[in-house]
C-alpha cells in the first residue's frame, strides 16, 4: 500500500467555513498533485508542486490553495467553502524523477468534502 | 496540449473471459510515458500498468497487458481470465515528461459477472 495520507476522509461542512484537506506522503517524493473527482467521473487537476516552494496551478480553475512548505506535506485550503465544492477531493505524489519508475503517481485515499 | 481519450464508459465481461479497454490520445510529445490505473470503489486509485513510449515491447504485469501502437496513438488494456476483483474504474493517463504532469482519461467502469 502506498504510504501517501489524507485527511479527514470524509467532510460536511457549512458555507462559508475556512477548510484545509491534509495530504503527507513518507516516499520522499518531490512532485506531489491534486486532483477534484466527482464520483464516477474523470480527474482534474487543480494543483501541483515540483517541490519545496513550487506551487502551480493545474489545468482546472479552482478556488483552493495549495502550500509546499515540506515535502511531505502539501495541504490544500478553502478559505470559504461554498456547495459548489463539493467533490472528491485525490492527492497524489511522485518522483521527479526515477530510472525505470517512469513517474507513477501514487494516491491517497481521498477526501469526500460536502459543502451544506 | 494532451488529451487522452477512453470512448467506452462501461463495459461488462464474464468471470474467466477477457476483457479489452480501450484508450488513444493526442500529442505532440516525443517523451512520454502512458498508464493504466484502478480506482476500486471506495478506494485508493493503484497502478495496473505503465508503458514507455520509447520503448516498442507492450507491458505485461500477470494477467493484464497492453496493445501500444504508438503510430495510431492507441493504448489499450487487456484484462485476462477476469475477476471478481478487477471490478473497478479504470483510467487511462498520459504523463508529459516536459511538463511533470498527467492527462487522465474520462475512465471505464468494468463490471465482472460471476
Known amino acids: 500500500e502506498a504510504d501517501i495520507y489524507q485527511t479527514p476522509r470524509y467532510l460536511v461542512i457549512g458555507t462559508g467555513k475556512k477548510i484545509t484537506l491534509e495530504c503527507s506522503q513518507t516516499?520522499?517524493?518531490?512532485?506531489m498533485y491534486w486532483y477534484q473527482q466527482d464520483p464516477g467521473m474523470e480527474l482534474h487537476l487543480i494543483h501541483y508542486s515540483y517541490g519545496v516552494n513550487s506551487t502551480e496551478k493545474g489545468d482546472l480553475s479552482s478556488e483552493s490553495t495549495v502550500s509546499r512548505i515540506r515535502t511531505e506535506h502539501f495541504p490544500l485550503t478553502l478559505e470559504s467553502a461554498r456547495p459548489s465544492h463539493t467533490s472528491q477531493y485525490l492527492c497524489?505524489?511522485?518522483?521527479?524523477?526515477?530510472?525505470?519508475?517512469?513517474?507513477?503517481?501514487?494516491f491517497g485515499q481521498g477526501t469526500r468534502l460536502t459543502v451544506v | 496540449a494532451q488529451t487522452v481519450t477512453q470512448s467506452q464508459p462501461e463495459m461488462s465481461v464474464q468471470e474467466a473471459e477477457t476483457v479489452t479497454l480501450s484508450c488513444t490520445y493526442d500529442?505532440?510529445?516525443?517523451?512520454?510515458?502512458l498508464f493504466w490505473y484502478k480506482q476500486p470503489p471506495s478506494r485508493q486509485m493503484i497502478l495496473v500498468i505503465r508503458?514507455?513510449?520509447?520503448?516498442?515491447q507492450n507491458a505485461t504485469e500477470n494477467r493484464f497487458s497492453v496493445n501500444f501502437q504508438k503510430a495510431a496513438k492507441s493504448f489499450s488494456l487487456k484484462i485476462s481470465d477476469s475477476q471478481l476483483g478487477d471490478a473497478a474504474m479504470y483510467f487511462c493517463a498520459f504523463y508529459n515528461t516536459n511538463a511533470g504532469k498527467s492527462t487522465f482519461g474520462d475512465g471505464t467502469t468494468l463490471t465482472v459477472k460471476p
Open positions: 500529442t505532440s510529445e516525443s517523451d512520454y510515458y
Open positions: 516516499m520522499g517524493h518531490d512532485k
Open positions: 508503458q514507455e513510449a520509447y520503448k516498442q
Open positions: 497524489a505524489s511522485s518522483e521527479y524523477k526515477s530510472a525505470g519508475a517512469g513517474a507513477e503517481a501514487f
